[in-house]
């Protein structure tokens, strides 16, 4: 938790900043002051990619939306959040043909490789940094355990994709997934449910007692991921992106 109003922060310095929260703020000059705290920072650390998240509630707000358009930023995703309690969840054993390595046990190489496929034709808005960059933002975001967070999902030997449970920073037992996806070939043939599931369950294992979950609008298959594996919809929220010098707008 960082800034003069409890707003949530995830830093991946020096390739990302995201305010995922905004916080309690009294009005517009209160968004103001936040902005220019985060631009300051983003300047001091020389952070390529700064993003500001707002709530269904705040991306109505014109005065808002006025003041991020005045520092260039622009609509770049709406991404719905789900929630589930993992207290409710017990064990779920029919993933045999399933094996999770982390990093510790596979290499740094393998997971970056098995990583960028699994981005490819994402339905997701697309990353704005290498995988290197992605990797090393990754590691400042999770903290000093990332290799135990870092899986490579294998299916008999064969990787088919990635799942990056932790507990998220500045909490004690929030879930999250970093990253969870597959392959292209390794897409739509039921996988993604029970990959889901035991990433669950992983998260219970390391203490994690609910679970936050995101996945942009028009990626329904992980909708429907999160609806089987009983994860609930409670918040639909508009990311913010500011301009590079190197962006152009179609």
């Known amino acids: 938790m960082l800034y003069s ?22 009005g517009t000059e209160d968004f103001k002051t936040l902005l220019a705290e985060t631009m300051k920072t983003v300047s001091n650390e020389n952070i ?8 269904q509630q705040e991306s109505l707000n014109s005065s808002y939306i006025k003041y991020l358009k005045d520092l260039k930023f622009v609509q770049h995703e709406v991404q719905y959040f789900y929630h589930l309690d993992l207290t409710s969840i017990h064990d779920f054993n029919d993933h045999s043909s399933f094996t999770l390595k982390s990093l510790e046990h596979t ?7 098995v990583w960028q496929k699994s981005m490819a034709l994402s339905l997701n808005a697309p990353s704005q940094t290498t995988i290197d960059q992605e990797f090393e933002g990754m590691k400042s975001e999770i903290g000093d355990h990332y290799a135990k967070s870092c899986l ?11 799942t990056m449970p932790h507990i998220e920073q500045g909490t004690v037992d929030e879930g999250r997934l970093f990253y969870f996806g597959f392959i292209p070939e390794y897409r739509g043939k039921g996988h993604g449910s029970l990959i889901h599931r035991q990433s669950l369950e992983y998260l219970k294992q390391i203490g994690a007692k609910h679970y936050i979950g995101a996945t942009g609008q028009k990626n329904l298959p992980m909708q429907k991921i999160f609806n089987t594996n009983n994860c609930h919809l409670f918040d639909k929220r508009v990311t913010y992106r500011r301009l590079n010098k190197s962006d152009s707008i179609m």
């Open 48 to 55: 390529k990619s700064v993003s500001v998240v707002l709530n």
């Open 152 to 162: 490579i999902v294998f299916k008999e030997n064969d990787p088919i994709g990635v």
């Open 107 to 113: 290499s740094e190489g393998l997971f970056k490789e």
């Open 5 to 26: 109003f409890d707003s949530k922060v995830i830093n991946g310095s020096p390739y990302y900043l995201i305010i995922e929260e905004i916080g309690d703020l009294k």
